[in-house]
């Protein structure tokens, strides 16, 4: 016999059935459909949406049209335009082959050669410098003399640092592990054990530590970072066959556009409030709570993270549509500003007074709607979660508007975090928690060539080349945004 009390209600089912169907759709995204957030909106003018919610009447001036028209030169070709195919470079070195007809018939005449290029691959192959060091005995038996060896990144190691920082390009920009490369340069007739290799690693980190240390003091003594995380596995020595759930720590700098990496083997709030404990200035995160210590700290003002506010109002979908509709095309109008001010390249001072004149009043459209909304859906739909998000995170969301200097959200480190998460998926996990700490010197001098625009094989090349004599008050020098390569060694 049925309980009358046990029976659950019809508002309990309702809910039950719509939570169901959230997480139906949300699965069927995951499997079948596209993992980026993209969202267009029903309107593409802020302003309009703006006018619409606050009833505002605003009277557009009249559009003025005009008439333009230029001249564009078409470059000369010396042979005929193909099929849109794309040209290749020409600093490519050329060998060229001249194929003749079979049929010659005296009296022809050349009208034009017609030329075509097909892209070929010689694979990379070794060489040894071979360092010949003449003796020389000084007169009256004074003693010899020879030539002094260059410096080189591993002492008494037969690996130059062109084959070092190649080793460190496969493993943490082209995820290529150890074990792949050993069998690739087998190929090529070398046969260097994954466990040399591995050594190898090892001292390029503990050389490349101080250059590390550098940057990270550098990023730490900007007024404005972004912080994020993300996990690596690592072998625990204490249970065999287990890994340890490790994490990396990602500071990132927009204002110079730097970043480090660092690991840790946990997720507490110690480890950002560690890092940053002499940090003064802008803070921006996303809604962990383990960032809720470090933000705490004088000396700090903190940020949320509008894309994390949006993701929640994305999930949401497809229940209660309407409202859902409505909070996702004012977050992309505050989108559109941002990107007008992107395209103007105004700078901080007239960002701000662009937010201050059209952000605004989108924010205070969207806290009047949270307010008016946050009893009318279900407590604990999805739609429900995303209003709490963004009510409890309100204040820190809306900051971005008061300073042009920082950033609407914090997904400039997010995507410096890309490699990371694309790397586990080939090496799988890190040898130690030491091995994972080196991992971090690698993936930040790395990162930090490609956002200065450096190559990045060129710029470890010649770091490891050089950093074993440099002069340890100098060692800014080698950073990326301050590194000019040596005379010799510049193309």
Same mark, same amino acid.
């Given at each position: 016999?049925t309980?009358?009390?046990?029976?659950p209600?019809?508002? *309990?089912? *309702?809910l039950?059935?719509a939570?169901? @169907?959230?997480?139906l759709a949300?699965?069927? @995204?995951?499997?079948?459909?596209q993992? @980026?957030?993209r969202f267009?909106?029903?309107h593409?003018?802020?302003?309009?949406?703006?006018?619409?919610?606050?009833?505002?009447?605003?009277t557009?001036?009249?559009?003025?049209?005009?008439t333009?028209? =230029?001249?564009?030169?078409?470059?000369?070709t010396?042979q005929p335009?193909?099929?849109?195919?794309?040209a290749?470079?020409?600093?490519?070195?050329r060998?060229?082959?001249v194929?003749?007809p079979?049929? /010659?018939v005296?009296?022809?005449k050349?009208i034009r050669?017609?030329?075509?290029?097909?892209?070929?691959?010689?694979?990379?192959?070794?060489?040894?410098l071979?360092? /010949?060091?003449p003796?020389y005995?000084?007169?009256?038996?004074?003693?010899?003399?020879?030539?002094?060896?260059?410096?080189?990144?591993?002492g008494?190691?037969?690996?130059?640092?062109?084959?070092?920082?190649?080793i460190?390009?496969?493993k =943490?920009i082209?995820?290529?592990?150890?074990?792949?490369?050993?069998?690739?340069?087998q190929?090529?007739g070398i046969?260097?054990?994954?466990?040399t290799?591995g050594?190898?690693?090892k001292?390029?980190?503990?050389l490349l530590?101080?250059?590390?240390d550098?940057?990270?003091?550098?990023?730490l003594?900007?007024?404005?970072?972004?912080?994020? *995380?993300?996990? /690596?596995?690592? #072998?625990?020595?204490?249970?065999?066959?287990?890994?340890?759930?490790g994490? $990396?720590?990602? =500071?990132?700098?927009p204002?110079?556009?730097?970043?480090?990496f660092? $690991?840790?083997?946990?997720r507490?709030?110690?480890?950002?409030?560690?890092?940053?404990k002499?940090?003064?200035?802008? #803070?921006?995160?996303?809604?962990?709570?383990? =960032?809720?210590l470090?933000?705490s700290? !004088?000396g700090?003002?903190?940020l949320?993270?509008?894309?994390h506010?949006r993701? $929640?109002?994305?999930?949401?979908?497809p229940?209660?549509?309407t409202?859902?509709?409505?909070m996702l095309?004012h977050?992309q109008?505050?989108?559109? /500003?941002e990107?007008?001010?992107?395209?103007?390249?105004l700078?901080s001072?007239?960002?701000?007074?662009?937010?201050?004149?059209e952000?605004? !009043?989108?924010?205070?459209?969207m806290?009047?709607?949270?307010? *008016?909304?946050c009893?009318r859906? #279900? !407590?604990?739909s999805?739609?429900?979660?995303?209003i709490?998000?963004?009510m409890?995170?309100?204040?820190?969301l809306?900051?971005?508007?008061?300073?042009g200097?920082?950033?609407?959200?914090n997904?400039?480190?997010?995507?410096a975090?890309?490699?990371?998460a694309?790397?586990?998926?080939?090496y799988?996990?890190?040898?130690?928690?030491?091995?994972?700490?080196?991992?971090?010197i690698?993936?930040t001098?790395v990162?930090?060539?490609?956002l200065?625009?450096k190559?990045?094989?060129?710029y470890?090349?010649?770091?490891?080349?050089?950093?074993?004599?440099?002069p340890f008050?100098?060692?800014?020098e080698?950073?990326a945004?301050?590194?000019?390569p040596?005379p010799?060694?510049?193309?």
């Amino acid at each position: 016999m049925t309980n009358e009390k046990t029976k659950p209600t019809y508002e *309990e089912l *309702e809910l039950e059935v719509a939570k169901l @169907r959230a997480e139906l759709a949300h699965l069927k @995204r995951m499997i079948f459909g596209q993992k @980026r957030e993209r969202f267009i909106p029903a309107h593409t003018d802020s302003q309009m949406i703006l006018s619409e919610v606050a009833n505002i009447e605003t009277t557009q001036p009249a559009l003025k049209t005009e008439t333009i028209s =230029y001249t564009r030169r078409k470059p000369v070709t010396s042979q005929p335009v193909g099929h849109g195919r794309q040209a290749l470079p020409a600093d490519l070195p050329r060998k060229e082959i001249v194929i003749e007809p079979e049929q /010659i018939v005296p009296g022809m005449k050349k009208i034009r050669d017609e030329v075509t290029e097909v892209l070929e691959y010689v694979p990379p192959s070794f060489f040894v410098l071979k360092y /010949i060091r003449p003796i020389y005995a000084l007169p009256q038996e004074e003693g010899v003399v020879i030539g002094q060896l260059p410096s080189r990144p591993i002492g008494k190691g037969i690996a130059g640092p062109g084959f070092l920082a190649q080793i460190l390009i496969d493993k =943490y920009i082209d995820h290529l592990p150890l074990y792949r490369q050993w069998k690739r340069n087998q190929r090529l007739g070398i046969d260097i054990p994954e466990s040399t290799m591995g050594g190898w690693v090892k001292a390029c980190g503990d050389l490349l530590r101080p250059l590390y240390d550098c940057q990270k003091d550098k990023v730490l003594s900007s007024p404005y970072l972004m912080v994020d *995380e993300t996990t /690596i596995h690592v #072998l625990d020595r204490d249970k065999k066959g287990k890994t340890h759930l490790g994490y $990396y720590w990602v =500071y990132y700098s927009p204002p110079i556009r730097q970043v480090f990496f660092e $690991y840790r083997q946990g997720r507490n709030q110690e480890a950002p409030a560690q890092t940053l404990k002499t940090f003064k200035g802008y #803070l921006q995160t996303d809604g962990y709570a383990g =960032y809720e210590l470090v933000s705490s700290q !004088p000396g700090i003002t903190p940020l949320a993270c509008m894309a994390h506010a949006r993701r $929640y109002f994305f999930d949401a979908q497809p229940t209660d549509s309407t409202l859902r509709l409505w909070m996702l095309d004012h977050i992309q109008a505050l989108y559109d /500003i941002e990107a007008q001010a992107k395209k103007r390249n105004l700078s901080s001072v007239e960002r701000f007074q662009l937010r201050q004149a059209e952000s605004i !009043p989108v924010l205070d459209a969207m806290e009047k709607w949270l307010h *008016e909304n946050c009893t009318r859906v #279900l !407590p604990k739909s999805d739609l429900a979660k995303a209003i709490g998000y963004m009510m409890n995170r309100w204040q820190l969301l809306r900051r971005y508007a008061s300073d042009g200097l920082v950033e609407i959200d914090n997904n400039l480190v997010e995507n410096a975090i890309r490699p990371i998460a694309l790397g586990r998926k080939n090496y799988l996990f890190a040898g130690s928690h030491e091995g994972a700490q080196r991992a971090a010197i690698i993936y930040t001098l790395v990162a930090n060539a490609g956002l200065a625009n450096k190559n990045s094989f060129d710029y470890l090349r010649d770091v490891l080349s050089r950093i074993s004599d440099h002069p340890f008050n100098r060692l800014s020098e080698l950073l990326a945004c301050n590194y000019q390569p040596l005379p010799e060694t510049a193309e």
